[in-house]
């Protein structure tokens, strides 16, 4: 009998603790701003149930990878743009769950303090990637640096530049060390969540910068097979939640603005 009631005891005391756990939900994001966002909704997921396991990465491969195998449930970190050629390119089909904030793109320089003191031939920086390179050249021409082919074009790399009355030289590099590379060049065009790692303050740094109204929000991602399950819509709504949104207006000071 007491060993009935004991094994009963046990039982019970397993199912408060695994209840109290929750469901596991594994998420990829890169450390600033979002890493940080999740760590702030951790605590009321947990209460909703949900075990939120954040994994920083510092670049945008892996997250998407890991997600397409498995290993990670979702991602946070990108914008459609992005996604949309990573699905392409890469044969994945991972889908777009919600959109969170914007974090307007910025270009950056240790030796000037202004656009128009670029000399001729300046060496420009850009992310290398598809959509953040087509990113970059719509933000310099939109300053009126150069002109493109096809002024909308999104995916547009240096080949596709029409204008270049300065004669501005473009390296193309991976995005995550273009801050490590600032004193190299006279102009690097970086990711906010790249400049706020590296303490620079793109409300104060940025020679050119993105207004308010760019189109290049950044989103939850998963899967087809998981992107309507309850842990997800929980991490969707907390994401979006009135806290957040306080939250990322308070810290960041319009280096990352809500998109909801």
Known sequence: MKKTLLLTALAAALSVTLA?????????ATPVPHAEILELIKPQLAKDGVDLDI???TDYVQPNL????????????QTKPYLDTFNSSRGTDLVIVKGVHVEPFG????K??????LPNGATIAIPNEGSNSGRALLLLQKAGLITLKDPSNAQATPKDIAENPHNFKFKELEAAILPRV????????????YALEAKLDPSKDALVIEGRDSPYVNYLVARPDNQDSDAIKKLSAALTSPEVK???????????????
């Open 20 to 28: 109290h756990a929750g469901e596991k939900l594994v998420v990829a």
């Open 55 to 57: 994994k920083v990465f």
């Open 66 to 77: 890991q997600v397409q195998q498995k290993q990670l449930d979702a991602n946070y970190f």
């Open 107 to 110: 270009g950056y320089s240790s």
């Open 112 to 117: 000037y303090k202004s656009l128009k003191d």
């Open 182 to 193: 600032l004193d190299q060049v006279d102009l690097a065009l970086i990711n906010t969540n």
């Open 246 to 260: 306080a939250f990322i207006e308070k810290k960041y000071s319009g280096a990352v603005v809500p998109a909801f």
